[in-house]
């Protein structure tokens, strides 16, 4: 385990070094990712200026809503595991696109490592401290500008827990690519798969309730991402879903082992690319 500890660390300088070579295209990256996430608070500020909240209803009645704060917050919660992602796991993407259908994957197999985590690790994303800081920036804008009767309902001791079941909302992001992306041992390529379930995560920066039961189901059990936002972030402001945390671990878990399984019988189905 220490020996993959530093061959990370040596992939990181390595990816710092190209970094300095190449500083605007560093910029431009996380540009490009700040404006994204402002288009899309903006469309969420319009929505929120036309209604007062989010409500959820059943048989015509409200039983729950979501002021704007609330759902900022939810959004902004959903960018701090996605960004922790793409910041250190984002090469898996080129599996699926390019790396399988050219051959390239058998310089993986002649190196002495594991090559799901050369693969995971060869790459360190930087443009996605741009996911980061946004995320981070709307958890502490919306907490300061929220009333006060729904700031008072926030207890943060439950930071704790909730901070500890992150790295397993990492997991499910990166299981999620890692299985999809090791379909392309067999179809060669498989990106576009990876990303029709990887947008999945986009139900999940809002309220899980609005969406009907077959959404629900499918952002929660199958392609879980509603564990990395929804659930722990509406933990925190309202200590709702306490379920949700040790689901959180235990679907990680399960993800990653089949995940790795996936993994293992796609190297095993491997053919390089012929001359």
């Known amino acids: 385990m220490r020996k993959y500890f530093k061959l990370h660390r040596i992939f990181i300088a390595q990816d710092l070094k190209k970094l300095m070579e190449y500083k605007v295209d560093f910029l431009m990256g996380a540009i490009g990712f700040v404006l994204v996430q402002a288009v899309k608070i903006l469309t969420l500020g319009i929505i929120f200026a036309s209604i007062p909240a989010l409500a959820y209803k059943v048989n015509g009645q409200v039983v729950d809503s979501w002021t704007f704060n609330e759902v900022l917050f939810i959004y902004g919660f959903s960018l701090i595991p996605k960004g922790i992602d793409h910041l250190l796991f984002d090469n898996l993407w080129g599996m699926g696109y390019w790396v399988v259908a050219k051959g390239d994957?058998?310089?993986?197999?002649?190196?002495?490592?594991?090559?799901?985590?050369?693969?995971?690790?060869?790459?360190?994303?930087?443009?996605?401290?741009?996911?980061?800081?946004?995320?981070?920036?709307?958890?502490?804008?919306?907490?300061?500008?929220?009333?006060?009767?729904?700031?008072?309902?926030?207890?943060?001791?439950?930071?704790?827990?909730?901070?500890?079941?992150?790295?397993?909302?990492?997991?499910?992001?990166?299981?999620?690519?890692?299985?999809?992306?090791?379909?392309?041992?067999?179809?060669k390529r498989s990106g576009h798969i990876t990303h029709m379930c990887y947008m999945t995560n986009e139900f999940a920066s809002y309220p899980a309730k609005i969406y009907n039961n077959v959404v629900k189901t499918i952002i929660t059990y199958i392609l879980p991402f509603a564990l990395t936002a929804y659930y722990p972030a509406i933990y925190l402001l309202r200590g709702e879903s306490v379920w949700s945390l040790p689901v959180t671990i235990g679907v990680s878990a399960v993800l990653f082992f089949i995940s790795q399984l996936v993994w293992k019988l796609g190297e095993k189905a491997y053919e390089s690319a012929g001359s």
Do not use: Q
Not at 148 to 165: E, G, K, Q, S, T
């Open 105 to 187: 994957f058998d310089k993986y197999l002649t190196r002495p490592v594991n090559s799901w985590f050369y693969v995971l690790t060869e790459k360190f994303c930087v443009d996605a401290f741009g996911d980061l800081f946004v995320g981070i920036v709307l958890v502490v804008y919306s907490v300061l500008s929220m009333p006060a009767d729904i700031a008072a309902n926030i207890n943060w001791f439950r930071l704790i827990p909730v901070a500890f079941v992150i790295p397993f909302a990492v997991m499910i992001y990166t299981s999620v690519k890692t299985a999809t992306a090791a379909i392309s041992f067999w179809t």
